[in-house]
């Protein structure tokens, strides 16, 4: 078992820089040396220079609605990812719409009083409004999907940064099985490693395969933010929730990860479903 506590005390030491993501235009924080994944997009960022990575809306669309999200207006964020979403066929693109509509989904079912008096209409229209966004998410997923599995056919020179999107899409949709074909395919194309290396470690960690303590511990080794989602969900697929819970407050802290968010929610929720 992972010894999240001396993992736990040493993210205390972490100075992380803040970075500009060029593929979302997200800031995010790493604490490695050479490369880091976004905390929003959890695509690979090549360096830690701000100052290099200059991101403006003009060369990220998807940056309007990032910044919506950033303000908390959800009503003209949702438009404004309504209209880039109309007809588009770029997977990259698509990808990100699915990280927003999976987070405000999250939100809206979250987004519950049962304290309300009568039927708690505000209550079903919360969960209704989780199930449309739900809807959206999964679409636009499954896009990426469909999309860059056509370009991979036949095709050796796809970019690996597609088929990493592809995995991490098929991971959304929990379509395991396709994942594992994917990932095999990413092995092949990436030749410095990192992206399948953070693939596998997503892949095994959510599937609770053999490889997860061995991969989170070594992403954690490489100060890798993210690491301490994915040693969240390890620690809770063994049933470690107060553990689990304690690395998420942590990792709160210091940088905020959509998954992180829905995971520490879940855990919140089963914690208090033990009391009883």
């Known amino acids: ?47 830690l220079s701000s100052a290099a990575i200059e991101v403006s809306s003009a060369e990220v669309p998807f940056a309007s609605v990032l910044a919506g999200m ?10 404004s990812a309504d209209k880039l979403m109309k007809g588009n066929s770029r997977p990259e693109q698509l990808y990100l719409l699915g990280i927003f509509y999976r987070r405000l989904s999250a939100l809206k079912f979250q987004n519950k009083n049962y304290a309300l008096m ?36 036949g095709n050796v020179q796809i970019e690996p940064e597609l088929v990493f999107i592809k995995l991490l899409s098929e991971l959304n949709l929990k379509r395991l099985v396709e994942a594992q074909v994917t990932l095999k395919a990413l092995q092949s194309l990436d030749k410095r490693g990192t992206l399948y290396e953070y693939a596998l470690m997503a892949y095994e960690t959510e599937t609770d395969g053999k490889q997860a303590e061995k991969l989170v511990s070594k992403a954690l080794a490489q100060n890798e933010i993210n690491a301490y989602f994915y040693l969240a969900l390890y620690l809770s697929k063994r049933g470690k929730l107060s553990e689990a819970e304690a ?20 855990v919140r929720l089963s914690l208090e479903a033990s009391k009883f």
């Open 1 to 47: 078992m992972i010894d999240w506590k001396k993992h736990v005390r040493l993210m205390a030491k972490y100075r992380p820089a803040a970075i500009r993501c060029p593929h979302c235009g997200a800031t995010t924080v790493s604490a490695s040396g050479n490369s880091s994944f976004c905390n929003f997009c959890e695509q690979r960022v090549d360096t």
């Open 70 to 79: 950033v303000a908390g207006d959800w009503k003209a964020t949702l438009e």
């Open 118 to 153: 009568g039927f708690m209409e505000p209550n079903a229209d919360s969960i209704r409004d989780s199930l449309d966004l739900t809807m959206k998410w999964k679409e636009c997923f499954f896009k990426v999907v469909k999309i860059v599995g056509d370009e991979q056919q």
């Open 247 to 266: 690395v998420l407050g942590k990792l709160a802290s210091i940088a905020s990860m959509p998954l992180a968010k829905e995971l520490d929610y879940t």
